[in-house]
């Protein structure tokens, strides 16, 4: 009797095992198909919202239970209409995870890893030929994707590259081997000393330059509060001698580009500067302009005259441009005054070479939780009445 007993014990257990293996087998297939069926329905899939403009594919899952992660890899959203060459976004392999380490501390938040991820922006007269992807809920996307609140994000070797193939020669630049670092997304003050997100970001341009970014951000605020610098050493000018051929009356044959920019919003009201130098420009090049860019006449005084004027404002010295751009006001439609920044030009060029380093004079304070503003609050109209009962007595 016992050992049909055990022996049904012994059957069951082992159904129940290989019940357990067939669905963590089949998982990773399962999820694969509803992701691919989500990204690609217009007009949503299972009660959920997928993008209109676009669609996606993805092209392998794995899930590791034991870390409480999933990858997906071969990630690609292109234009629906099927008009744009380039992907809209490609990621090599997207890793959601668990963050152990909050757990701990007993918040149940995630982190996201994009290896390779790469962001293309197309500009056209043909709305039908142009991507921005500004029409997007992709905060909605990210939800399905990924279901805890996300409280990292890490990018490893990414890409952002800006097209125009309407114009000849076409227009291709790029910011590529980009590394970023947020954390404190969620803002919580079991994961932080402070409910201050902070990101920190780097990449380089296409030919040659560098450019870092370092921020926080509080998001309790109604209106932006952040803090924001931004440092460009040796941008190859190069780089946007097709783009300045499109967008601007005048293009650059040759120079580099440092920029210092400082930023800070608090709720909403912005103040900071822009300090661009330019090094060893050359606006005007008769072989560049006129024999290789066929230039002409009208063309060609204007950017001679262009080349006079920069020659004019030019520190000899140093062989640069440079000045310093102030900006205040409201977030929405910030002052840029024209006199500090003209003035700015004229002491480059005549007084003292200005320097491309941050300056450190823009800075944004810590906040602070708001329940502890209105305890101190409390507790300072406690301390005001009871002085004023003292002076009474």
């Known amino acids: 009797m016992q050992s049909k007993i055990f022996s049904r014990w ?20 399962a ?22 403009a676009f669609v996606g594919q993805v092209g392998d899952v794995d899930i590791m239970l034991w870390r409480g992660a999933y990858s997906l890899e071969n990630i690609e959203l292109v234009k629906r209409n099927g008009k744009i060459q380039e992907p809209f976004i490609k990621v090599r ?25 790469e962001l293309n922006f197309v500009d056209s007269k043909d709305k039908s030929k142009s991507q921005s992807g500004e029409d997007e809920k992709w905060l909605v996307l990210a939800d399905q994707l990924f279901p805890l609140k996300i409280d990292m994000l890490k990018i490893h070797d ?24 947020a954390q404190n997304l969620v803002n919580s003050r079991d994961l932080s000393k402070d409910l201050v997100g902070r990101v920190e970001a780097q990449g380089e341009a ?5 450019i870092k970014l370092k921020g926080s951000l509080d998001p309790q605020t109604q209106k932006p509060t952040f803090d924001l610098d931004v440092k460009a050493e040796q941008i190859a000018l ?3 001698k097709n783009f300045l051929d499109t967008y601007a009356p005048f293009d650059l044959e040759a120079g580099s580009l440092d920029l210092a920019l400082e930023l800070a919003s608090d709720n909403g009201e912005i103040k900071g500067y822009a300090k661009p130098i330019l090094h060893n420009v050359e606006v005007f090049s008769w072989k560049g302009d006129i024999e290789q860019d066929n230039d002409g006449f009208f063309q060609g005084m204007v950017e001679m005259g262009s080349a ?25 439609s910030p002052d840029t ?6 003035l700015g030009i004229l002491k480059n060029a005549f007084i003292q070479a200005l320097k491309g380093d941050l300056e450190n004079s823009v800075d944004l304070e810590q906040s602070t939780d708001p329940s502890e503003d209105s305890e101190s609050d409390n507790n300072n109209e406690v301390e005001d009445k009871s002085q004023e009962s003292q002076k009474e007595k």
């Open 238 to 240: 190069v780089n946007f």
């Open 308 to 332: 006079f004027i920069a020659e004019l404002l030019e520190n000899q010295s140093k062989d640069q441009i440079a000045t310093r751009i102030p900006i205040e006001g409201s977030i929405d």
């Open 337 to 342: 005054p024209l006199i500090p920044t003209v």
């Open 10 to 29: 012994t059957t069951g257990f082992v159904i129940f095992l290989a019940v357990l293996i067939a669905l963590r087998m089949a998982l990773p297939y």
């Open 206 to 210: 296409a030919s040659a330059g560098t």
């Open 31 to 52: 999820t694969e198909w509803y992701l691919n069926k989500m990204l690609s329905e217009e007009d949503g899939f299972a009660g959920k919202e997928t993008p209109k």
């Open 158 to 181: 990414g890409k952002v590259a800006f097209h125009n193939t309407d114009v000849k020669p076409e227009v291709h630049i790029s910011l590529h081997d980009i590394t970023l670092k």
């Open 93 to 117: 392999e997207v890793e959601f995870s668990l963050l152990w380490s909050a757990l701990f501390d007993g918040a149940l938040v995630g982190s996201i890893d994009l290896y390779q991820p």
